[in-house]
């Protein structure tokens, strides 16, 4: 089918359902619902079979809803109705949630009923939880309500017809403010955890510290500080931890509140947010290697499970900043002395990476010369990865990852990948050229045709077409809590076979092979001159774009490459046919198991 994805934004959501969409063989076109877009004119522009809405914070017009199917993703079970489903979900605690599938009629979320999807609600973050368990479940419910449609034959159901157990369906206000403000001097703990990861990423809990009105962004347990309630007690990597009246919580980000006549603000780590306001506090850092506590929150970690060790980081955002680069690449530095002959390098639930931090370049005095440290920081990260010779580096890909951090997956051995992520490997959108070693790993992978076009057409890839593609060696078939316990017997296998000691042995030659033909440091070079043109020339579009991203300016309309129909990327039944089951795997020459 001819599919038009109508949509606020270009979020990870519609990212999935465009990709995912493409992989079963449908074409599919992209419509941004924008302020003065005539919307009815666009819609018969595209002239689609179904309208299908991942994320639309407005109402569709009558004009359209009336002439086209529409199928309206809710982030809630059937009979929920609102703009802030999830906020509600997490802040009141419950733990099992659902996705519906609706028509779009007069009334918002009140359509006939298309698809619904269980799923549940771990203690996570509103952001983790969106684009993990509510995305699996968004997409399992559009496929069969999109297939539904297809079939001619189905009859949706109004939506008080069924519901689901344990839920408070109905009808609920947006969740302000005054709702989500956080009493120190009376709120748990836990009461703290459930309003900030309610709030994550947007809007954040509107508070007062030290002197200034801050959004607060994220929030995990402290399992051992204490103080008096609502007191700054210590930082550690750039977060602040905050006293409860029972306990204590790590905050990692912050955002000022704007001003009358200011420009947007954006989040920044709360360290650096709150400068010079920030007193003298304790860095309590975890040594990398210790027994990290039960509960400890650090956002780099390690550990050993006999012949693997596994070299864990989540950033928020998926963002890395020149210090956060520089404190993995340490990490990675150190665990390379441990006695392992595998080493998982990736997150275990959420991103894995989006390369460089574009709202720390944005904050900084000169952006120009942070984007040059920034870039050349990850790219010591990734050579250190690229020329590890003594043990098998596996990437692990649990969630999303673009630009940057897709060229940092490539340089490892194998890429594993969650069967849900989704792959970003290009970065023109942002008016760069790209560096990270891409014009080695890219081509060495997909080829020069594919990674040229890849970098061309500048559009998302699910798990299972980058398997097709080479981009990644596995595609591990399961859920987000699952992903780090798959991961974990697949690389012991990898250690214990017996191929393993050779195909180390033979990283050591074949780097030695390059070297003496193509440097990596000459990739490095090439990449780095164009950057550099880039962050110095004031002009360029990069800079206006990152001030755009950062702090989410409306865009002038759907850029081009979404609004024109993306060919369908047909996958080979016989392919198809390989990647089903528990843990999914389509080995390539590069793997001997």
């Known amino acids: 089918m001819h599919i038009l994805l109508l949509a606020s934004a270009f979020n990870s959501l519609t990212q999935r359902a465009h990709a995912e969409l493409r992989d079963r063989g449908h074409t599919v076109v992209v419509e941004l619902a924008l302020p003065g877009t005539a919307l009815p004119e666009a819609v018969r522009r595209h002239a689609p079979q179904l309208i299908v809405a991942p994320m639309l914070r407005t109402a569709i017009p009558e004009e359209v809803w009336r002439a086209y199917t529409c199928l309206v993703v809710h982030p809630g079970p059937v009979g929920d109705r609102g703009p802030s489903s999830l906020d509600w979900a997490i802040q009141e605690g419950v733990d099992q949630w659902g996705v519906t599938v609706l028509q779009a009629v007069q009334e ?42 297809a079939g001619g034959t189905y009859v949706p159901h109004r939506p008080d017809a069924t519901g689901t157990a344990g839920t408070r369906p109905g009808m609920r206000p947006y ?84 001003g009358p006549g200011q420009l947007p603000t954006f989040k920044l780590p709360a360290v650096q947010a709150l400068g010079e306001r920030l007193p003298p506090l304790p860095e309590h850092a975890l040594p990398l290697l210790s027994e990290v506590q039960d509960g400890a929150w650090t956002d780099i970690r390690y550990r050993e499970e006999g012949d693997v060790g596994f070299l864990s980081f989540s950033f928020p955002g998926g963002a890395m900043s020149t210090e956060q680069c520089r404190r993995l690449l340490d990490a990675y530095r150190e665990v390379r002395a441990r006695p392992t002959s595998v080493l998982v390098l990736g997150g275990e639930r959420d991103f894995f990476s989006n390369g460089i931090h574009l709202n720390v370049i944005e904050a900084a005095d000169d952006p120009a010369a942070e984007s040059w440290a920034n870039i050349n920081a990850i790219d010591d990260l990734v050579e250190a990865v690229l020329t590890t010779t003594d043990r098998l580096v596996v990437a692990a890909v649990a969630g999303n990852a673009a630009a940057g951090g897709v060229m940092l997956a490539l340089a490892a051995d194998e890429v594993w990948c969650r069967s849900s992520a989704v792959l970003n490997p290009h970065y023109r959108l942002m008016g760069l050229y790209g560096s990270e070693y891409w014009t080695h790993t890219l081509p060495r992978r997909v080829g020069p045709a594919t990674a040229e076009r890849l970098m061309r057409e500048a559009l998302p890839v699910s798990s299972t077409c980058a398997l097709r593609l080479g981009l990644v060696d596995r595609v591990v078939e399961c859920g987000p809590d699952e992903f780090a316990q798959e991961v974990a017997g697949l690389a012991a296998r990898l250690a214990s076979l017996p191929a393993t000691a050779s195909r180390i042995t033979a990283k050591k030659t074949e780097l030695d092979r390059l070297e003496s033909t193509t440097p990596l440091a000459g990739f490095r070079e090439r990449e780095l001159a164009r950057m550099r043109r880039t962050f110095d020339d004031p002009d360029a579009p990069y800079h206006a774009l990152r001030r755009s991203f950062v702090r989410k300016e409306l865009l002038p309309g759907t850029p081009p490459h979404l609004g024109v129909a993306a060919v369908a990327q047909r996958v080979p039944t016989s392919f198809a046919a390989d990647v089903t089951g528990t843990a999914l795997e389509r080995v390539s020459s590069r793997t001997n198991d």
């Open 108 to 149: 918002m979320d009140a359509g006939d009923v298309w698809a619904s999807v269980p799923c549940r609600v771990p203690p996570v973050a509103k952001s983790e939880l969106y684009r993990g368990e509510i995305a699996d479940a968004a997409i399992d419910a559009v496929m069969v309500a999109v297939e539904r449609f």
């Open 175 to 258: 969740l302000d403010q005054s709702v989500r403000r956080i009493d120190w001097a009376e709120d748990s703990t836990q009461d703290v955890l459930r309003k900030l990861r309610a709030a994550d990423s947007q809007p954040g809990v509107l508070d007062t510290l030290l002197g200034a009105e801050w959004y607060l962004h994220g929030g995990h347990p402290e399992s051992v500080l204490r103080g008096r309630a609502g007191d700054l007690l210590a930082t550690r990597s750039g977060a602040v931890c905050r006293a409860t009246r029972d306990g204590a919580v790590w905050i990692p980000e912050l955002r000022p509140r704007r």
